[in-house]
């Protein structure tokens, strides 16, 4: 069976990554192909790494308060691309508030800081392996 294949990027002007460098390296550790892009990542660079890295999820660290920006034009950017497929995560900072309104323009799962590491290997896991079976 194929490694279900992860971007993880820190779109917008925020500058903290460990978050997303302690999810990367749980998602590795879980035996997941984990590609990290870095920080100051725009909508367009998180779309074309996930074109080009054949991913089957994207995991966008939001801290900046800037998801409701950012999540958007990279689920528009990938519709674009042809890969509705792509599985899109966001974890940070996001208000109770925003989470259905993200849920409703595509994006698959929300975790916010203190989620647990397994619960959000378990979420990818679920939501992945239908694609990676049928591959």
Not at 1 to 9: F, H
Not at 35 to 64: C, K, W
């Amino acid at each position: 069976m194929n490694r279900i294949r992860v971007v993880i990027a820190k779109p917008g002007l925020d500058g903290h990554d460990r978050g997303a460098k302690v999810i990367a390296r749980a998602l590795r550790d879980a035996g997941m192909e984990v590609i990290y892009t870095g920080l100051r990542q725009t909508p367009e660079m998180i779309v074309a790494s996930a074109l080009q890295e054949d991913a089957d999820v994207i995991g966008l660290s939001i801290l900046s308060g800037a998801h409701n920006h950012i999540c958007p034009k990279v689920l528009d950017l990938l519709r674009e691309k042809g890969l509705d497929d792509v599985v899109v995560l966001v974890g940070g900072i996001i208000p109770d508030v925003d989470i259905p309104k993200l849920e409703a323009i595509g994006v698959k799962g929300v975790f916010l800081p203190g989620t647990p590491m397994q619960e959000i290997v378990e979420f990818i896991q679920r939501e992945v392996r239908p694609r990676v079976e049928t591959a």
